[in-house]
């Protein structure tokens, strides 16, 4: 079977040749035997991959298609949308890594056998990782010795989740106040004993009148405060479904190229591969936890064998957690997509158990029985339709019922529902969740109990949005009263970057686990001035509970006052001279040039560079130059995840080009930022000495009207296709000329930024020391 299923763009096939788009309209009006559209719009049509390859090869114009990027374009173009061809991908991928003779038997042969091989070799594999569907849930799991609490929603009013028109054994009330005292609930443990009121962990999205393992279990409402309305099933769905032949078919080509990477690249660095190149041509439809953040709220929770995360997203979270023996990931999310994705993510990157479900986990719960050790969550925040009406009595709610516009302090509830006693819950919240007095009295309640153990303010630019300073929430389930609780509350924002860049990761991981780690042991922690300290719970319990570290925390030490500001002038002095020393000269006029013009892809293709993007990790942890870093001219302040993947380590005279925010921007790299490994965004250029000069190559990328026209343009984002940019064909002492006096503008551009820096500094600082006493106004 030919891929003629799957299409590609006039920008794809741009790509694949190392043109610009413009090239590819030249070919369209120029060669009649050019392939016709296939599908798209007459403005934006596609094409189908097979035929472009053929004519590319045909033509003279593509020897051969990488396999990486071969493999990318077959998935991004494949018929049923690229997340699908992800998950069919994903699914090959750990049958690969985990059963290899399975694939290479059903592999052998045309598509058709492989599509109609593959399901049953999956089920071999899928299974073992994710449990039979409709397998039933465990009853009473608990994690280190912790009690048996089983189910705490016991058969209460309300509401299918998912699916409305799904019949149940019993009719709801109209008036659920009259089904149940939500006091008789309050205690999750009041409810004990009583078992799970539905499978949540079977796919029961079909009626239960035709699997009967989804009805409601009459012995749900054993023990249970009232059994007039018995709850109705949650309507949950298994993360990862095996896909049938015929699901399978026109992803066939896609498999077997997959399989062929894997078997250069691995079955995990594969996966991650395609996972990213999604995630990094979709960045509007996804919200990311930074892999930093990740490994900080991980290291937060600490070592645990039962971890959930009941808003998984792409699984960023439960892929930082530390992996230890027989350890248990839980994952739910409400995009099943995203849910599917993760759990083969998980199963890829670790040994551990996956378990994952799609489903909204406010309204269908697929872990009810669940007693973890640990949560970790980034839930989304601001949400109005998160279930207030419906879940009005629900048994979560322990703390207070949270408001319409409080749906933050409704994940916060039921993380901690779903911890054993003292298990730990680290969770990503919106600064204003700790101040809104809608939501004062939950938070009241949360320390008076002991549950709201830590609050820590992120610095700007942490994790989306990077506008505002995110706060990170530690809880515990309460398993002992405190004699006289103190939360710990920690500002981390002095180690916000300057400019575009993102925080100083390692400080804020210095201080923020070196405070917890302090107050935990010994249930205070002295005064870290402008950094951290302990606060009696008593303190806080005022009228508006506000939470916010800023407000708590006694101001920053000036260290010596008036006399480091005088030194900051100092510098700035001589930066200011520097400045002007390095001023360039006035400019010679001079006739326009008409230079015969080449492009980057084409000096690839000729040799004459070596072209390399940023990765999704590698095996050591080495300093990672971000496109922020290039943006601001700051030294590396990134890090990759450790992976399989091998990181793409610069060298002195690589040329990076930032691919995204629309600026005419490159740096050289010098030999004190050589060896940093390449952050994702970027392009790294490495030209032949004899060949190419690096300033002068860094220098015409710079070019305004260079970058608009290989420029490309979405609704919000601009990004730039490196391949497209122009240079000069000169001569290499020609070359040098303008290198030189490219490299001085450089010079010159990185003693303003000083300069600029400089100023802001000794400004702040003046205003602080005359506003707080320590600096004389004369």
């Known amino acids: 079977m030919q891929d003629n299923a799957t299409e590609v763009t006039a920008a ?50 593509l020897a051969e298609v990488p396999l990486r990027e071969r493999v990318w374009q077959q998935l991004a173009g494949h018929p049923a949308g690229p997340v699908t061809a992800l998950v069919h991908a994903g699914c090959v991928l750990l049958l690969i890594h985990e059963r290899p003779a399975l694939w290479r038997d059903a592999s052998t042969g045309t598509d058709e056998r492989l599509a109609a091989k593959l399901p049953g070799a999956l089920e071999q594999a899928l299974t073992p990782r994710f449990g039979a569907p409709g397998g039933a849930a465990p009853h009473a799991h608990s994690s280190a010795g912790a009690p048996n609490r089983v189910n705490p929603q016991p058969a209460v009013n309300s509401r299918p989740a998912v699916n409305p028109q799904a019949p149940v054994n019993s009719q709801p009330t109209d008036n659920p106040r009259a089904a149940v005292n939500p006091r008789a609930v309050v205690n999750p443990r009041a409810a004990a004993n009583t078992r799970p009121a539905a499978n949540s962990r079977a796919a029961v999205n079909a009626p239960v009148t035709v699997n009967p393992r989804a009805a409601v279990d009459p012995r749900a409402a054993v023990n249970a405060p009232v059994a007039v309305n018995p709850q109705p099933a949650v309507h949950t769905a298994p993360a990862v479904h095996t896909p049938t032949g015929p699901e399978l078919l026109p992803s066939a080509p896609l498999l077997r190229g997959v399989a062929e990477l894997a078997a250069e690249a691995g079955a995990p660095r594969t996966f991650e591969f395609l996972l990213g190149r999604h995630l990094d ?104 339709n998160w279930g207030h009406d419906e879940l009005a009595y629900d048994p979560r709610w322990e703390y207070g019922f949270p408001a319409r516009t409080e749906s933050e302090l409704a994940w916060v509830q039921h993380a901690l529902a779903r911890l054993r006693d003292g298990g730990t819950a680290v969770l990503l919240m919106p600064p204003a969740a700790a101040s809104r007095r809608s939501g004062r009295r939950i938070r009241a309640d949360l320390l008076r109990r002991g549950a709201l153990r830590a609050v820590v303010a992120l610095p700007v630019g942490a994790a989306p949005p990077y506008n505002i300073p995110l706060h990170v929430w530690m809880l515990r389930r309460p398993d002992r009263a405190l004699a006289q609780p103190e939360a710990l509350l920690v500002d981390t924002g ?34 870290r001035p402008g950094l951290a300290r302990s606060v009696p719970v008593i303190e806080l319990l005022d009228d508006d509970v506000d939470l916010a570290p800023a407000r708590h925390l006694p101001p920053p030490a000036v260290a010596d006052g008036a006399e480091q500001l005088t030194a900051v002038r100092e510098r700035l002095g001589e930066t200011l001279r520097l400045a002007a020393g390095l001023t360039p000269p006035p400019a010679d006029p001079a006739r326009p040039a008409r230079w015969p013009l080449t492009t980057v892809g084409e000096l690839a293709r000729g040799g004459a560079l070596l072209m390399r993007t940023g990765g999704n990790g590698g095996h050591a942890r080495v300093p990672v130059l971000t496109d922020h870093d290039v943006l601001s001219g700051a030294v590396p302040s990134g890090t990759l995840p450790e992976s399989d993947e091998e990181a793409v380590l610069t060298e002195p005279g690589d040329v990076v080009v930032p691919v995204l925010g629309g600026g005419s921007v490159a740096r050289v790299i010098d030999d004190a930022t050589a060896g940093a490994a390449l952050g994702r965004n970027l392009v790294l250029l490495r030209p032949d000495p004899a060949a190419l000069d690096p300033w002068f190559l860094a220098g015409f990328l710079r070019g305004t009207a260079n970058n608009r026209q290989a420029s490309s343009y979405a609704s919000t984002a601009t990004r730039l296709d490196v391949r497209r940019l122009h240079l000069p064909r000169l001569p290499l002492d020609e070359q040098r000329r303008y290198g030189a006096r490219f490299h001085a503008l450089d010079e010159f551009e990185r003693a303003l930024g000083r300069a600029g820096r400089l100023g802001e500094q000794l400004v702040r600082g003046m205003y602080d020391g005359l506003t707080d006493g320590t600096v004389a106004p004369d």
């Open 494 to 527: 002095r180690f916000a970057a300057q400019g575009r860049g993102g925080p100083d990761w390692q400080a804020v991981r210095d201080a923020v686990l070196d405070a917890w780690r302090a107050f935990e042991r010994a249930g205070r922690l002295d005064e």
């Open 12 to 61: 794809g096939i741009a790509r694949l040749a190392g043109v610009g788009r413009a090239a590819v309209s030249n070919w369209r009006r120029r060669h009649a035997d050019f392939p016709k559209p296939v599908g798209g719009t007459e403005t934006s049509p596609s094409f189908a991959l097979a035929e472009v390859e053929a004519w590319l090869r045909k033509q003279g114009k």
């Open 281 to 384: 041509a979709n960045p509007r439809q996804y919200t990311l936890t930074p892999a930093e953040l990740a490994r900080l709220m991980a290291d937060l929770a600490g070592p645990a064998r039962t971890v959930l995360d009941p808003a998984c997203g792409t699984g960023a979270l439960l892929c930082a957690v530390t992996a230890r023996p027989d350890q248990e990931l839980h994952a739910q999310d409400s995009a099943a997509d995203l849910a599917a994705l993760t759990a083969l993510r998980l199963a890829l990157h670790t040994r551990a158990t996956v378990r994952g479900a799609a489903g909204d986990s406010l309204r269908a719960d697929a872990y009810r029985w669940l007693r973890a050790d640990a949560v970790l969550c980034h839930p989304p925040f601001n949400e109005r």
